[in-house]
């Protein structure tokens, strides 16, 4: 059987992840994960929490970006990738300015981002469950949490990079 692929260029697959995260997002706070997730810490109403939205933002987006990167790790030049990833994230901004967020608040944001990023690949070079540890500090702060609960965030991660990795897989980045 012949193999189909799709050919994209990297501002194609920024516009398609960037869709893809807001997807994945929209998912969680609606269909009751976050809800289940934070009843556990005792946050009730997470989606009415500014600073956690936000954090669960860029959590997403860090796992989407990620495996991006794996599955195009070693048969496209990195230039590629990071130009795709770099629309990703501009669509993002560009999504959160056009519904409400101060277009001031971006630059501070996108540093959080940057800051999260380091964060969470230092973590996934030790386990699946540090990098549950490192999003839920920034998520809920110093709180004690469940010990189930690092594992879980991180499976939300996993969740989404599966099949992402798998579409990615079958697509050309070209000029």
């Known amino acids: 059987m012949a193999k189909f692929t799709t050919k994209m260029t990297p501002q194609e697959l920024g516009d398609t992840l960037a869709s893809l995260v807001w997807e994945s997002f929209s998912d969680f706070i609606a269909d009751g994960e976050a809800d289940a997730l934070f ?56 999504d959160m300015a056009e519904h409400g967020t101060p277009r001031s608040h971006l630059p501070v944001f996108e540093q959080r981002v940057g800051a999260r990023y380091a964060e969470y690949y230092a973590a996934a070079d030790k386990s699946d469950a540090e990098i549950g540890f490192a999003a839920l500090r920034h998520l809920v702060g110093p709180r004690e949490v469940p010990p189930h609960l690092p594992l879980a965030l991180a499976e939300r991660a996993i969740a989404v990079a599966g099949p992402l990795r798998d579409f990615l897989e079958d697509v050309d980045l070209i000029e």
């Open 39 to 94: 009843a556990d810490l005792g946050v009730t109403e997470p989606a009415a929490d500014q600073r956690i939205v936000e954090e669960m933002l860029i959590f997403l987006m860090w796992a989407h970006t990620r495996a991006t990167q794996l599955a195009f790790v070693s048969r496209v030049p990195s230039d590629m990738i990071r130009e795709g990833l770099d629309a990703m994230h501009r669509g993002v901004f560009e």
